[in-house]
């Protein structure tokens, strides 16, 4: 059985109880689709590290002081199942997303006792992108407004760069190599969809965020460039507001 299929047989049994069953509600103007979204977001980079020796061993951890808010972008392209003379469940979308967000400059304060009794401040530059397949589904219509549920499932690569753990002995500074990091990721959202247009749509939506793992291969003594082990985050999250449009095409 076909997506718009199923779609028909599932809203007309809701409906069925308060109006006869009809062809009319099986009308499925499907299109193809392309989004265009910008957003910001929120409590990003907050996850604590933790510095790894080449023996296994947890050797310190590194705590962020705060968390940060960064904009981003997405494009997406996918399809669009449709029963527009229905109000429950007026449409399904699945399609393929890119999402970049903007670098972000992470500070915080490193408890590394093997290296420093002391705590030491710590930087890195961090980038993410991210590949997801999305499914959307619109829940109800209300005149043009539609209030919707998503799932995103897919890729995330993370880039951290320019690590440096600052200590006040000199050979206790710590480097990192840049390194990019391939993790599975997901989102949760909600929000509305209005249809400004029959081609034309505008979003406002929400995002809970995964992004998965970031890691830094190696990380040396500044002063001999000797391996000391590796340094890898706790999942890195965000939650994420956004506006976007949506070109139909017939």
Not at 14 to 41: I, M, N, Q
Not at 49 to 60: A, E, P, T
Not at 146 to 159: E, H, K, T
Not at 210 to 232: A, D, H, S
Request: net charge neutral; glycine share 8%; proline share 4%.
């Amino acid at each position: 059985m076909s997506m718009s299929g199923i779609l028909c047989l599932v809203t007309s049994t809701v409906y069925a109880a308060a109006t006869p069953y009809s062809k009319s509600y099986c009308y499925h103007p499907h299109h193809l689709y392309f989004d265009l979204g910008v957003g910001k977001t929120y409590n990003y980079a907050s996850s604590n590290s933790f510095l790894i020796g080449s023996n296994g061993n947890v050797l310190g951890s590194l705590k962020t002081g705060n968390s940060y808010s960064t904009p981003f972008f997405f494009v997406g392209i996918g399809y669009r199942w449709a029963q527009d003379n229905n109000p429950w469940f007026p449409s399904v979308n699945m399609g393929l997303q890119h999402r970049y967000t903007s670098p972000v400059n992470v500070f915080g304060v490193s408890q590394t006792p093997s290296v420093d009794s002391l705590p030491m401040s710590y930087n890195y530059r961090l980038q993410q992108e991210s590949w997801l397949l999305m499914t959307k589904a619109d829940i109800y219509k209300w005149q043009r407004f539609m209030p919707y549920v998503a799932l995103g499932l897919g890729a995330s690569f993370n880039r951290i760069s320019q690590l440096f753990v600052n200590s006040s002995n000199f050979a206790n500074q710590l480097g990192g190599s840049t390194n990019l990091t391939g993790d599975f990721s997901y989102n949760l959202g909600a929000g509305i969809d209005y249809q400004v247009q029959e081609d034309f749509w505008l979003t406002l939506g929400y995002f809970y965020d995964n992004f998965g793992k970031n890691k830094v291969g190696t990380v040396y003594t500044n002063n001999t460039f000797t391996p000391v082990g590796t340094l890898e985050n706790a999942n890195l999250h965000a939650s994420s507001v956004f506006l976007s449009a949506r070109y139909l095409f017939w």
